[in-house]
């Protein structure tokens, strides 16, 4: 498998205000990562896959200017929530790819007031 | 475009009894198909994984899936549950045959293990 971190594990903060969202592989170099968002009760929607040394590439509805990723190495992608809103709130997860699989992070809630 | 279906959103169940969560997929192409567990506030962990060879999988917590080419099916079985087994279920599948590595999900089943 793939160990996969977060950071936070939950994060509150102000309407206006832009959260930074770092994703970790642990014990392997991911050339692939993923994020996604999940509402409550729902299932897990794909916002981006992340590619390291180039663009993420957005799926469609996700607003690229408003989600940042950044996949500077193969262990580290982070997103950045700019200008966050209260509809931003959800529970934000990644994943990376290893051997045809999706390992994913324990998520990260956030909650904007 | 690829869809999967998980017909039952909610299944409650009673502790030591067998249970079975149901996803059917629909792709015209050749797919891997995954069974992933979610418990409350935590991220997914794999339970299980077709790629390929047996129809028969095994997976982690005593699960076991069954691929069904003909009738486009992946169903999750355990024969005797626990109610640490009470968690969200998700299904999904992803394209091989068109290079993609995205996983399209199914909706969730909620299992439910009553003592």
């Known amino acids: 498998g793939a160990v996969v971190s977060q950071h936070p594990s939950w994060v509150i903060c102000k309407s206006g205000t832009s959260v930074k969202i770092e994703c970790r592989s642990l014990?392997?170099?991911?050339?692939?990562m993923f994020w996604y968002r999940q509402f409550p009760k729902q299932s897990l929607m794909l916002m981006a896959t992340?590619?390291?040394?180039?663009?993420?590439?957005?799926e469609q509805g996700v607003e690229k200017d408003k989600f940042l990723i950044n996949h500077a190495s193969l262990t580290l992608s982070t997103l950045t929530v700019t200008s966050a809103h209260p509809e931003d709130s959800s529970f934000y997860i990644c994943?990376?790819?290893?051997?045809?699989?999706?390992?994913f992070g324990p998520g990260t809630r956030l909650l904007v007031l | 475009a690829q869809s999967v279906t998980q017909l039952d959103s909610q299944v409650p169940v009673f502790e030591e009894a067998p249970v079975e969560l149901r996803c059917n997929y629909s792709?015209?192409?050749?797919?891997?198909l995954f069974w992933y567990v979610q418990y409350p506030n935590q991220g997914l962990q794999l339970l299980l994984k077709?790629?390929?060879?047996?129809?028969l999988v095994k997976g982690i917590n005593g699960f076991e899936a069954e691929f069904n080419k003909s009738q486009t099916s992946f169903h999750l079985r355990k024969p005797s549950v626990h109610i640490s087994d009470t968690a969200e279920y998700f299904c999904?599948?992803?394209?091989?045959?068109?290079?993609?590595?995205?996983?399209?999900f199914g909706k969730g089943t909620k299992l439910t293990v009553n003592p």
């Open positions: 994943s990376v790819m290893r051997q045809e699989t999706q390992y």
């Open positions: 999904a599948v992803s394209d091989i045959a068109g290079g993609s590595e995205k996983l399209v």
């Open positions: 014990d392997f170099q991911a050339t692939t």
């Open positions: 792709s015209s192409v050749s797919v891997y």
């Open positions: 077709y790629l390929s060879g047996s129809t």
């Open positions: 992340s590619n390291e040394g180039s663009k993420a590439t957005y």
